[in-house]
C-alpha cells in the first residue's frame, strides 16, 4: 500500500508538473502570437494594448462606427491625424479597457469622439467575441472590464487553469498564425491598415426589418448611463475632449423600435448633464436615403463619405463657436 | 452532477482522499462512504428523487432476504412480484404514465368516445430505468437462488446508489458488482493509470465528439422542413457517432471512475460499428442491457430452446420492449421493432457476423459492416426524431437530393451551419474514432499498452488529449443523451 501510494504521488506530481508547464507554454506563446496580429478587431486591441497608435482624434464605437467613419475624409476636412478604433458588435462600455489604456500612454489626442448607436446605452447582453482581448487578459483594465461586465466569465479566467482554451475561438488561432507571420516578415502593424480602421462595406441597401413583426422596445440601463457618464468624466480628466455623435440609423430601422425617439433624448440630456459636445445625426437627411445603406443600422461606402463629410463639416462649425483646436 | 462539470472535477477527488487515506482501514466506513457520496452526486440534480432510490433499496433488499429464508413457491412468487411492482411501478409511474393516458384518450376517441383526462406535469427522474433494471436483477437473481441475499444493507446501498454507473450504466448484476462491496479494496497505482486513461478517452468522446455532433444534429432533426434529403443522411450518421460517443463515452468514465475506487465495471461498447451484422451489433452496442434483455426477458419466455417461430416472436418482443425502455415514444418503439425485424431476417438467413476465411474475406466483411452500419442508421432515424411525423418526414425524403449540402449564409459558404474546415474536420474525428476502434479491436491499442510507455511519453499523450478537449470540445451541452432515459 505504502510503495503504491509513494509511486502514486511521485508520478502524479511529475505528469502534473509535466502537463501544467506545457500547457502554460503553448497558451503563453499562442496567446503572445496574438498579440501580434494587426488583423481586424483583434489587431485593433492590440493596437492600443501595445501602445502604438496615439492620433489627435480618436473614433471609438461599435460597427456602426467602424464602417461610417472615413478617416481618409476626417483627416483632410478636419487637418489633423486621427484613427478609428470602433469595434464590431463592441457597444462603448464592453471595450471600456481601450480607452483606460489608451489614456495612459497617450500624448498627442486631443478629442476622442464616440459614436453611439441604439444599443450604446441599454442593458449589456452576453461576452462577445473574447478572444479580440483574451491575449490581453493579464492588463489590469481588461480584468477590470470583464470583473464588473461577466463576473463569471472573470472567476472562471482567474482560477480555472487554461480556461482561455475553452474561451478561445478558431479565429484566435488564425490570429495567432497571423502573428507568427507579422512576426517573420518584420511587419509594421499600423502601416499596414491604411484605411487606419475604417471599414468599408460597398453593398445595397436591404431592409432587414420585417413590418410584420411587432415593435422592439429599447430597455436603458441606468448602470450603463452612470457608467457611460464616468467614461466621460475620465476622458475630460486626460484634457481630452470627449465628443459624442448619434450616428444615423435609417428610418425604417427607427420605425421597428416602438421608442427609438428616447435614445437621441437620452444621450441629448447626458451631453447636457456633462457639457458635453453632442452631433444628432438621428433626423438627419442621411438617415431618409436607402442609397446610403446597406442595412437598417449601417452605412454603405457612399453613406460613409456623405456622413464623414457631415460630420467633419458640423465639428468645424462647433470648432469655430467654441474655438478649439484641431 | 454530470461528469463533465467543475463540480464532478470537484467532487471526485474529494471523495478520493476521504475514500483511500480517510475511511481505507474500515470496509463499512468506506462502503458507507460511497453510499453517502453517491447520494450526494444523485440529489446534486433532485433531492427529492433520493426517497426513489431509498425506497426501493429497503424494499429490495428486505424482499432478497425474506426470498431466502422462504421456502413456499408460491409466497416466493409472491416477494418477488411484489419487488418487480415497485420498481416497474415507479418506472411506469414516472416514465410511461403520460404516454398510456394520451394514447388511451387517442384511442378512445378514435372510436368516437371523448374522454377527458389531465397528463400530469411528471419529471422523470434521472437514471431511473438504470437502477430500476439493476435492483431487479439483484431480486431475480436471489429468487433464483443463484445469488446469496446481502446481509449488509450498506453494502446493498452502494451497489443500487454506486454513483459512478448510477445513472447511465452499466446496468451491473448483483452477482457481478455486489461482492466487490464485500472485498477489501486495494489501493493500486495501476487501476489509477487505467481509470484516468479511460476518463479522459471518454471525456474527449463525450466533449469533443459528441457535444460537437448534436449541434448539427439538432439542426437538422429540429426543423426536418428546412433540409433536405444529404442534409438528412449527413445528420443521421453524425447522430450515429453522438450517441455512440455520448454513451460509449459515458460508460468510459463511469468505468474509469469506479476503477480509481478499485471496482471493475463490465464493458458496456466493443466498436459496436465494426459488427457485420445486426446480432453482432448487439453484441457489442450497450451490452449491459442487452445482456439484461437476454437474462430476464428472452431466456424465460423459451429463448431459442422453443420452436423457431417461438424463437423468433421472443426476439421480437424482446426488441420491442427494449425500444419501449428507451423512452415513452412510439418512435422509440419502432427503432426497436427495426432491429427486431432485422434481427429475425437475420436468423432466417443465417447471417453469421464471423464468416470464415477466404480470399474475399476482408471485402466480404467490409461490405457487411458498411451494410449494417447503414441499416443501423436508418434506424436511428426513427430514435432521434422527435415525432412520427418527423420520422416519416425524413425516411420519405431521404433520396430528395433537389436542395444542396452546401448554404450560402452572409456571404460564407456553409454545410449544415459549419464552415467547410469544421464539416470536413468532423468526417476527420469519425475517421479517428474508427481507427481507434480497429486498433483496440485488434489488441494494437489499450489502457495497458499506454500505461507500459515511458512516462514523458504517456505524459505527452495525456497533455495531447486534454489540448484537444480544451481546444476542440463544446462545453455548451449540459446532458448526456442517455439520462433522458
Known amino acids: 500500500m505504502k510503495t503504491e501510494i509513494n509511486k502514486f504521488i511521485k508520478y502524479s506530481v511529475g505528469c502534473c508538473l509535466f502537463m501544467f508547464s506545457t500547457l502554460y507554454i503553448i497558451e503563453g506563446s499562442i496567446s503572445y502570437l496574438v498579440t501580434k496580429s494587426n488583423n481586424s478587431q483583434t489587431g485593433k486591441v492590440n493596437l492600443v494594448m501595445s501602445h502604438v497608435i496615439d492620433p489627435n482624434v480618436l473614433i471609438i464605437g461599435s460597427s456602426v462606427s467602424e464602417v461610417g467613419f472615413n478617416i481618409d475624409i476626417l483627416e483632410k476636412k478636419l487637418r489633423t491625424n486621427a484613427y478609428n478604433l470602433a469595434i464590431d458588435g ?38 462577445h467575441s473574447p478572444e479580440r482581448f483574451l491575449a490581453h487578459k493579464s492588463n489590469k483594465f481588461v480584468k477590470r472590464n470583464i470583473k464588473k461586465l461577466y463576473p463569471k466569465i472573470h472567476t472562471k479566467i482567474s482560477y480555472i487553469p487554461f480556461y482561455s482554451f475553452v474561451l478561445a475561438n478558431h479565429t484566435y488561432y488564425k490570429n495567432a498564425i497571423l502573428g507568427l507571420k507579422n512576426i517573420l516578415s518584420c511587419n509594421d502593424m499600423i502601416k499596414s491598415d491604411p484605411l487606419k480602421g475604417f471599414v468599408p462595406h460597398d453593398a445595397t441597401y436591404l431592409n432587414t426589418h420585417d413590418q410584420n413583426n411587432s415593435l422592439r422596445k429599447l430597455n436603458f440601463s441606468e448602470e450603463s448611463i452612470t457608467q457611460f457618464k464616468e467614461i466621460l468624466v475620465k476622458i475630460r480628466n486626460h484634457n481630452i475632449t470627449p465628443i459624442l455623435i448619434i450616428t444615423p440609423m435609417h428610418k425604417n430601422g427607427q420605425n421597428a423600435f416602438e421608442n427609438y425617439s428616447d435614445y437621441p433624448n437620452l444621450v441629448n440630456r447626458i451631453a447636457k448633464e456633462t457639457n458635453t459636445q453632442i452631433v444628432d445625426f438621428s433626423n438627419s437627411e442621411i438617415t431618409r436615403h436607402e442609397d446610403y445603406f446597406y442595412n437598417n443600422g449601417h452605412l454603405n461606402v457612399t453613406g460613409a463619405v456623405k456622413f464623414s463629410t457631415s460630420i467633419s463639416d458640423s465639428l468645424l462649425q462647433q470648432k469655430a463657436r467654441t474655438h478649439n483646436t484641431w | 452532477m454530470l461528469f463533465n462539470s467543475i463540480d464532478f472535477a470537484i467532487f471526485s477527488p474529494i471523495v478520493f482522499i476521504l475514500y483511500w487515506f480517510l475511511t481505507n482501514k474500515n470496509l463499512r466506513l468506506q462502503n458507507l462512504l460511497i453510499v453517502t457520496s453517491s447520494y450526494v452526486f444523485y440529489g446534486w440534480w433532485d433531492w427529492r428523487f433520493l426517497s426513489l432510490i431509498l425506497f426501493s433499496t429497503i424494499v429490495d433488499f428486505s424482499v432478497g432476504r425474506k426470498l431466502h429464508n422462504e421456502e413456499n413457491q408460491v409466497k416466493r412468487k409472491i416477494l418477488l412480484w411484489t419487488s418487480i411492482l415497485v420498481n416497474l411501478g415507479f418506472l411506469g409511474f414516472f416514465k410511461y404514465y403520460n404516454f398510456f393516458l394520451d394514447n388511451f384518450i387517442s384511442a378512445f376517441s378514435f372510436f368516437g368516445t371523448e374522454i377527458k383526462a389531465n397528463s400530469l406535469n411528471i419529471i422523470l427522474p434521472v437514471g431511473i430505468s438504470f437502477y430500476t433494471f439493476q435492483t431487479l436483477s439483484y431480486t431475480i437473481d436471489v429468487y433464483k437462488r ?21 445513472v447511465a450504466g452499466p446496468i451491473e448484476r448483483a452477482t457481478h458488482l455486489l461482492p466487490q462491496f464485500y472485498t ?4 493500486s497505482f ?13 471525456l474527449f468522446k463525450k466533449v469533443v465528439i459528441a457535444d460537437n455532433f448534436s449541434n448539427v444534429v439538432d439542426l437538422v432533426y429540429n426543423n426536418p422542413e428546412s433540409f433536405g434529403g444529404i442534409h438528412y443522411i449527413v445528420a443521421t450518421i453524425f447522430f450515429a457517432f453522438q450517441i455512440y460517443c455520448d454513451f460509449s463515452g459515458y460508460s468510459d468514465i463511469a468505468i474509469g471512475t469506479a476503477r480509481i475506487f478499485g471496482f471493475k465495471l463490465m464493458e458496456n461498447f466493443r466498436m459496436p460499428y465494426l459488427s457485420k451484422s445486426i446480432g453482432e451489433f448487439w453484441k457489442r452496442w450497450h451490452i449491459s442491457l442487452s445482456t439484461w434483455f437476454r437474462d430476464y426477458v428472452y431466456i424465460p419466455l423459451g429463448g431459442n430452446r422453443v420452436s423457431k417461430s417461438k424463437t423468433l416472436t421472443n426476439i421480437f418482443i424482446v426488441f420491442l420492449v427494449s425500444g419501449f425502455w428507451h423512452g415513452a415514444k412510439w418512435t422509440f418503439v419502432v427503432w426497436g421493432a427495426i432491429h427486431g425485424v432485422i434481427l429475425i431476417v437475420e436468423n432466417l438467413i443465417r447471417l453469421k457476423g464471423n464468416i470464415q476465411k477466404s480470399k474475399y474475406h476482408r471485402a466480404s466483411a467490409s461490405i457487411k459492416v458498411t451494410l449494417v452500419f447503414f441499416i443501423v442508421c436508418f434506424a436511428w432515424i426513427f430514435f432521434r426524431s422527435n415525432s412520427m411525423n418527423d420520422a416519416a418526414y425524413i425516411t420519405s425524403r431521404l433520396f430528395d437530393f433537389s436542395l444542396p449540402l452546401a448554404k450560402e449564409l452572409r456571404g460564407m459558404t456553409t454545410y449544415l451551419g459549419l464552415p467547410l474546415w469544421k464539416f470536413v474536420g468532423y468526417f476527420v474525428l469519425i475517421g479517428v474514432l474508427f481507427i481507434q476502434d480497429y486498433l483496440i479491436e485488434n489488441d494494437k491499442l489499450s489502457e495497458i499498452s499506454i500505461i507500459r510507455m515511458h512516462p514523458i511519453l504517456r505524459w505527452s499523450i495525456y497533455t495531447f488529449i486534454i489540448l484537444t478537449i480544451l481546444l476542440f470540445g463544446s462545453f455548451d451541452v449540459e446532458q448526456f443523451v442517455y439520462f433522458q432515459f
Open chain 1, 90 to 127: 463592441t457597444p462603448i462600455l464592453k471595450s471600456k479597457f481601450l480607452i483606460d489604456e489608451f489614456l495612459t500612454y497617450s500624448k498627442n489626442c486631443d478629442t476622442i469622439i464616440i459614436g453611439l448607436a441604439f444599443f450604446s446605452l441599454c442593458e449589456l447582453g452576453e461576452i
Open chain 2, 146 to 166: 443463484k445469488l446469496e441475499p446481502t446481509t449488509d444493507i450498506i453494502a446493498f446501498s452502494a451497489f443500487v446508489s454506486f454513483f459512478p454507473q448510477l
Open chain 2, 184 to 187: 477489501k479494496r486495494k489501493f
Open chain 2, 190 to 202: 495501476l487501476n489509477i493509470q487505467f481509470g484516468f486513461i479511460r476518463i479522459l478517452n471518454g
